[in-house]
């Protein structure tokens, strides 16, 4: 890949790979989701941005094909090596969901019904009896003279149209065309003689700079007829129909009748001398078998490499003229029919893919509906030097995510939800009606009248004095009106919380939740976090979107957060850090505030002391800086530290108040409400 050799660890952290490979070996056959769906995430991505198409990117299920036009089909592989070819891959397909008229190639065998002359040709060639055996023979190789013509006509486009992804398509060309034994097979005397497997694999590899264009007669024409340099010429899968249509019959006029041809064939690289049992396919369309060894066993050898050194590129051959050909030997025969099953597959679109069943296929689809992404954040340790962390954040909350995914943050509906929490719940909806009538005060308009004035509307109760050179009889209204905003409340949901604590904090949320909902300008978001297991995740940083009043009613708060239940340590700042481009962003052109619930000083595995309070702290400034308010409840009782420890993290604001205290509570936020940023 030159150039391009390190695409995938630009997009994935260094520990995506060979760390994670010692883990997956470990596993076996076991697959971890939260990887795969990260996985699948950044391919899609990748996908859509190219495209600008909402194409769907799934993993190999049973009876799936590898694009149907509205999705795109990916191996489950997750080895480093396999990342960059299947990108190059899902853009290539995708690529083909953007740009092919899947229509045109349905409707083949009307489009060959339409032209005689060549039917009756090849019933004739080839004593056909049915005009039907003419149709589905020309099928079959003008549709895979198709899929070449369409795919340089659309990797053309992306190639173009998107270079910043050229190294994922030149990481799927080296895997799949650009191997050394494919290049010592075209300056071989293999695949010579005039037959479709030999014209088959000269054409799909007439990009290679090794191609004979002298190999075949009318290979040059072949050449003439795609004329490369000029691909973007084709704008529809119409006109590339076209262009596979004059291959075809340049290809097949230069093929002898069946009678003309030696009985038995001596062609190279099929069957005879290197006792290699590899079908080339056939006309009736049977199924190609994998080619084997004199000794009945696959080789292992997939044809990435060759024996003999290196093959040989040549220069200065683009007009076709090639030095003389050169033997391979009975294992490099192997290797090369190997090489051209892959490409034969690739252009039918028939690869193999690494499956996943069908119950993780499911926890995937659970997993993306949920919004579950791994983000990586970075903090400085007690040496000073920068570590990286993966926090696990979920956007959204509901049913099916507790009942098919396992995590420690809450439990599943299919089970009671938890007393204590349904009436911490209930409680807190009961008193947000109190509280969403002492903060009225953000949905207030006030308006003050100015009057005898110069200019402005004309005050009805000043006209008698019009006329006696009295000017001011005019009046201004000004409002006064607060913007839009938005409430984040973040719970510490630590099993140090446990009890009375978390108790009392959800209640309050819910509480500023309801009271929100009575504020027609103010949207309000609630979020859990902690450090525990996710599904196959042990012990990682959680960060879970419990409610969200964009999206969701108050029905979500009554039915989904009883559920939730506490565990696990306190990743504090990591947590803040994965959700903070969000909490920005979601409070551009807003007030906006962040209402924190906690008992204590951050600490996770790794990430505690100095270290930990210095990042939590900085998480703060940042939002402070971005012109969010924040609101810090220091809930009492916690392990190793105190309001002074907490002031420091989150402000001189921040205050051990009563939080069940509905009037405590309502003055300090109203005094956050009319503050004035400067």
Not at 348 to 374: C, H, P, Q, R, Y
Request: hydrophobic residues 30%.
């Amino acid at each position: 890949m030159s150039n391009y050799n390190s695409v995938s660890s630009y997009w994935l952290d260094d520990d995506y790979g060979y760390d994670y490979l010692d883990q997956e070996a470990k596993k076996a056959a076991r697959k971890d989701p939260i990887k795969l769906n990260a996985y699948r995430n950044a391919v899609s991505n990748f996908v859509r941005i190219v495209t600008g198409e909402p194409i769907r990117v799934v993993f190999e299920g049973k009876g799936a094909s590898y694009t149907d036009g509205k999705t795109v089909t990916i191996g489950a592989s997750l080895k480093e090596k396999d990342f960059d070819p299947a990108v190059g891959l899902a853009l290539h397909e995708g690529s083909h969901c953007k740009l092919t008229n899947f229509d045109v190639l349905s409707a083949l065998g009307d489009f060959i019904q339409k032209h005689d002359e060549e039917c009756n040709m090849i019933s004739e060639k080839y004593d056909l009896p049915e005009r039907w055996d003419a149709t589905y023979y020309i099928q079959e190789k003008l549709k895979d003279l198709l899929n070449i013509v369409e795919d340089r006509r659309i990797d053309n486009y992306v190639y173009n149209a998107a270079p910043g992804y050229r190294g994922y398509y030149q990481a799927l060309y080296d895997k799949y065309f650009n191997s050394r034994i494919i290049d010592k097979g075209l300056i071989s005397d293999e695949y010579t003689d005039e037959n479709w497997e030999s014209y088959m694999f000269r054409v799909i590899n007439i990009t290679n700079s090794n191609r004979r264009l002298g190999a075949l007669k009318g290979l040059k024409d072949v050449w003439k007829i795609l004329d490369l340099k000029h691909v973007s010429r084709l704008t529809s899968t119409e006109e590339a129909l076209e262009v596979a249509w004059s291959i075809f019959k340049v290809i097949e006029n230069n093929i002898p009748k069946p009678e003309q041809e030696v009985e038995s064939s001596n062609q190279k690289g099929e069957g005879g001398d290197d006792e290699c049992e590899c079908s080339g396919g056939d006309i009736n369309g049977g199924e190609e078998k994998e080619c084997k060894t004199p000794e009945g066993e696959a080789p292992k050898d997939d044809g990435s490499t060759a024996e003999g050194g290196e093959a040989k590129k040549e220069s200065g051959n683009k007009k076709g003229n090639a030095k003389a050909p050169e033997l391979l030997s009975d294992s490099q025969k192997r290797q090369l029919q190997n090489a051209i099953q892959k490409q034969k597959k690739f252009n039918k679109g028939e690869l193999k893919k690494t499956s996943v069943n069908k119950k993780l296929n499911k926890l995937l689809d659970v997993m993306e509906k949920a919004g579950v992404e791994e983000r990586e954040v970075e903090f400085e340790n007690d040496w000073n030097f920068k570590k990286k962390q993966k926090v696990t954040v979920i956007k959204d909350f509901n049913k099916a995510l507790t009942d098919n995914v396992y995590c420690c943050m809450y439990g599943s509906t299919k089970y009671s939800a938890y007393g204590n929490m349904v009436d911490a719940v209930n409680k807190g909806l009961q008193s947000g009606t109190i509280l969403g009538k002492k903060l009225k005060v953000r949905a207030e308009e006030r308006s003050t009248k100015f009057n005898r004035q110069r200019t402005g509307k004309i005050d009805k109760r000043m006209l008698h004095t019009a006329g006696f050179g009295i000017e001011s009889i005019f009046q201004k209204v000004e409002s006064f009106s607060f913007t839009p905003g938005m409430v984040h409340i973040s719970i510490d949901n630590s099993g140090s919380m446990n009890g009375k604590k978390m108790l009392k904090s959800v209640t309050t949320a819910v509480a500023i939740a309801k009271a929100c909902s009575m504020i027609e300008n103010m949207d309000c978001v609630i979020s859990y976090r902690a450090a525990g297991s996710v599904a196959d995740s042990c012990d990682v940083p959680i960060m879970l979107i419990a409610y969200d009043s964009r999206k969701h009613g108050l029905n979500q708060i009554k039915t989904m957060m009883p559920y939730v239940q506490t565990a696990g340590t306190t990743p504090e700042g990591l947590c803040f850090d994965a959700v903070m481009k969000e909490i920005v962003e979601s409070s551009i052109g807003k007030d906006a505030y962040f209402i924190n619930f906690s008992d204590g000083m951050p600490y996770y595995n790794g990430y505690s002391g100095r270290p930990a309070y210095n990042h939590t702290r900085k998480q703060v400034k940042k939002m402070r800086y971005e012109g969010i308010k924040v609101i810090s409840y220091y809930i009492t009782g916690g392990y190793g530290s105190d309001i002074s420890t907490f002031q420091s993290m989150y402000g001189k604001d921040a205050s051990n108040i009563n939080v069940e205290n509905v009037s405590e509570v309502a003055r300090t936020m109203n005094k956050k409400f009319l503050e004035v940023v400067k």
